[in-house]
């Protein structure tokens, strides 16, 4: 015998990370081309797609390997003498492998071993960041195990489960994994450099969650920073995964402070921030049954993690202490933020919210406020006349302008666009938001807090004292806030404010069910802008194809819907020849459709885009208002004039290749 059949080595004196390393070693994913990560001896060998991994397999089935020590001396990496010490060593303490002597004595590197791997032992050698990984065979093992085994599997063969990873002489690791996956498994070798890397993003693909790549590249740093998180957070919950089952009745006895866990809660948060997330959901359930662990990015809900259910008391627990909330009270609900800068971590906050639910848990919804930046007015995407319009509108010297829609759906972004556009120095600029996510230099802006009766109706009347000319107003949510609004815009001041209602026209008859005089409403009234966010088709996957018939009568009745009776645009005629003048290419309308890409986790959408609907207050209009009139009223006086719903500026921006029309439909159901 002139070898062991086992190397699972650390070569202390190679940057590659090894199997040895401990649970918590999260390597930074190299930005390096391949010939970098591959070493230069094994460029020939290198197997990048599924055809040439199972031409090397049925290679390897007529291949004869020999042990480790005699490859090593085939290729001329060590003489009979460094081999008989080498072995010398071992016999002297049976449990170091071969592999891991020869490295320590500096006799071979780790591109040797896995040379004599490749060429004596007939194991392919895969690239894992240009093959192609067949999702069923990722859908074999679970990810944790993936995680911990450091093993990535690629494809079946033959019944056959191909796995990579960095050491295929592993044998415990093997026959856990032929357990778990009740396949035979044939192992193939790879570079341990990016390894952790490529098991976090093939399993995110099949639905752990997206990682779109961002339209401009971040610093090096940031990057570092964000491969580092994301590979932490993995291995950090393979980590938790892989302790002893406790008992539900061990679950108080697990200690907040507990290092593994405050490691990837701070990790879950960088990542979700790098994903591109609005808010995070930590989900507990019952029993034996894991805690979820999911990210809405782009307006939808996609899972990223789940932990053991032994944890989900420490975990509420750690979270409300970094918001300093009371960890003892879990029968009623609590609000808190974090500000992340603390933990060492990115400069954002979040808000908490916690939410008692049945069982005796509580579900967490942390919402980050990564301090947006202001987007110029002409960036909103509205439509021409629509954007003409609004800043004719926001320049008025006073009078009432909402923007309304429903959570989430940008109305605070959009009136801090009209506010950058005001923002003058010869204008005194006052906000009273809740909570101020958006700052702009020349404002002064005010965070109310209605625990101590600091609320919106307190903070515009103190206004009013305070010498405005433009006053902005987070929400009107009661009728003394909403009597207070119209009183100032009727005495010389702007005044911008939010509302939840679905639709401009729903929004009169909202605040007159709030008790505001109709008529002072109406003098003051100037428009109201609502607006819905719908997801973007990917730009880097999306692929036109001419229009249907079938499709494009679909798409006229549904613009049609909202016109009243003798509008211009009701024969079909006239509509297609706007249609085709504004966005057929080579005289033809076309249907966008987008696949899915690694740019868009496979999804087909990257990013959000609103829709719009503009209501000006027009002499007609103001009529309606004090008559008290109907919403259907108001919206048909209001088309007819010249106002676009909803799901008609949504119909435009299917036909321009912006979105789809099942996202506008689901979003605007005029």
């Given at each position: ?71 090593l001396l085939g290729l001329g990496k060590l003489s009979m003498g460094q081999l008989s010490e080498a072995l010398s060593r071992q016999s002297q303490g049976k ?247 603390k933990f060492g971590g990115l400069p954002i906050e979040l808000r908490v919210a916690t939410i008692p639910t049945a069982h005796g848990l509580e579900d967490v ?42 959570t989430g759906s940008g109305k605070t972004t959009t009136l801090h666009s009209a506010l950058q556009r005001l923002n003058r120095p010869n204008r005194k600029i ?241």
């Open positions: 015998m002139t070898g062991t059949s086992r190397f699972d080595y650390e070569d202390k004196s190679s940057a590659e990370p090894s199997l040895s390393d401990p649970p918590g070693f999260a390597p930074r994913e190299p930005d390096l081309p391949a010939s970098e990560l591959v070493p230069a001896s094994l460029l020939n060998a290198v197997r990048t797609s599924r055809e040439e991994l199972s031409a090397a397999l049925e290679s390897q089935l007529r291949f004869k390997p020999m042990p480790i020590g005699e490859a449990t170091v492998p071969l592999g891991q002597i020869l490295l320590d004595m500096g006799l071979v590197t780790t591109a040797d071993l896995q040379l004599a791997l490749v060429t004596k032992m007939g194991y392919p050698f895969v690239d894992l960041r240009q093959f192609s990984i067949d999702v069923a065979a990722l859908r074999r093992v679970a990810a944790a195990t993936a995680v911990k085994l450091k093993v990535l599997p690629l494809m079946e063969w033959r019944s056959n489960l191909v796995v990579a990873m960095t050491d295929p002489l592993q044998f415990k690791v093997l026959e856990e994994l032929e357990f778990t996956s009740q396949r035979k498994v044939r192992p193939v070798v790879t570079t341990s450099a990016d390894l952790v890397a490529q098991i976090a993003k093939a399993y995110r693909g099949i639905g752990m969650g997206g990682s779109p790549a961002p339209k401009e590249r971040p610093p090096r740093v940031e990057s570092e920073s964000r491969a580092a998180s994301e590979q932490d957070a993995w291995m950090l919950a393979a980590e938790l995964a892989g302790g002893e089952p406790r008992p539900a009745e061990e679950e108080k006895s697990i200690a907040q402070s507990d290092n593994t866990l405050v490691r990837l809660i701070n990790s879950m948060i960088t990542e979700a921030y790098h994903q591109r997330a609005s808010d995070i959901h930590i989900e507990p359930y019952p029993g034996h049954e894991k805690v979820a662990i999911r990210f809405r990015i782009d307006g939808e809900l996609r899972p990223y993690l789940e932990l053991p259910p032994s944890y989900r008391n420490a975990l509420i627990a750690r979270i409300k202490i970094m918001c300093d909330l009371d960890i003892s009270e879990r029968r009623k609900p609590q609000d808190g933020k974090i500000n992340f800068a919804v942390m919402r980050l406020l990564t301090g947006f930046k202001v987007v110029a007015l002409d960036a909103l995407e509205l439509a021409p006349r629509n954007l003409k319009q609004l800043e004719r509108l926001i320049e008025r010297p006073y009078g009432l302008f909402l923007c309304v829609g429903p006052w906000t009273a938001e809740d909570p101020v996510e958006i700052t702009q230099h020349g404002l002064r802006q005010i965070q109310v807090n209605p625990r101590i009766g600091w609320n919106f109706a307190a903070a515009l009347r103190s206004l009013l004292r305070a010498d405005p000319d433009v006053i902005m107003v987070g929400e009107i949510r009661d009728s003394e806030t909403a009597e207070i609004a119209i009183e100032a815009s009727l005495t010389g001041h702007l005044v911008l404010s939010t509302l939840h209602t679905n639709s401009a026209a729903e929004t009169i008859v909202r605040l007159n069910d709030l008790g505001v005089d109709s008529f002072s409403f109406a003098d003051s009234l100037q428009g109201v802008l609502a607006q819905r966010l719908v997801r973007r088709l990917c730009p880097s996957c999306v692929q036109p194809r001419p229009m249907t018939p079938e499709r494009l009568h679909e798409m006229t009745e549904d613009y049609q819907s909202a016109l009243p009776g003798g509008h211009a645009q009701r024969d079909p005629a006239v509509l297609h020849a706007e249609w085709r003048h504004r966005y057929a290419v080579n005289g033809s309308l076309q249907e966008y459709h987008a696949a899915g890409c690694e740019h868009c986790a496979n999804t087909g959408y990257l990013g959000r885009l609103p829709l719009h609907e503009l209501l000006v207050a027009t002499p007609t209009v103001r009529e309606l208002v004090q008559k008290r009139a109907r919403p259907t009223e108001i919206r048909e006086l209001a088309v007819a004039e010249g106002m676009r719903s909803l799901r008609q500026d949504g119909i435009d921006k299917v036909l321009a290749g912006q979105t789809s029309l099942a996202e506008v439909r689901a979003s605007a159901n005029d």
